[in-house]
């Protein structure tokens, strides 16, 4: 079983749901990242209370050799795009996927199919794993009344 399988029940136990995790080395310090999404959306406390459920877990069962440090957050509004599910949560918003190729697309995701994505203005469907890398875009929502 993953880590991510571990600890994903730990999170629901919160209320929320794991969307990601990543391992980064910033400044010389290792930094594991859990990545959480709810409902109403992942504030300070909630990224809080589940870092407390997570870190007696870790100590057991260490995500990286060595000493790190724990961050818990949001994906953030640019979020990544890694798995299929990823993508199916964000049909309907505008993102930018960078392909092997180096070829990079803008557009709107349209759909998803199978291992598959439609990104309008793409000539074809795109296989994801044909992409290296891939986030939601961020486009302020025009004030109402104006």
Known sequence: MSLEEQIAPLIASAGAKLYDTEIANEAGRKIFRVFIDSEGGADVELCARISRLLSPFLDVTP????????????????????????????????????????????????????????????????????????????????????
């Open 63 to 146: 995500p990286i050799d060595g000493e790190y440090v724990l961050e818990v957050s949001s994906p953030g509004i640019e979020r990544h795009l890694r798995t299929i599910e990823h993508f199916q949560g964000a049909i309907g918003e505008a993102i930018k996927v960078f392909l092997r190729d180096k070829t990079r697309i803008k557009g709107v995701l349209r759909g998803v199919e199978n291992d598959t994505v439609l990104i309008e203005g793409a000539a074809a469907l795109i296989a994801v794993s044909s992409i290296v890398k891939a986030r939601v875009l961020y486009s302020p929502k025009p004030e109402r009344g104006k």
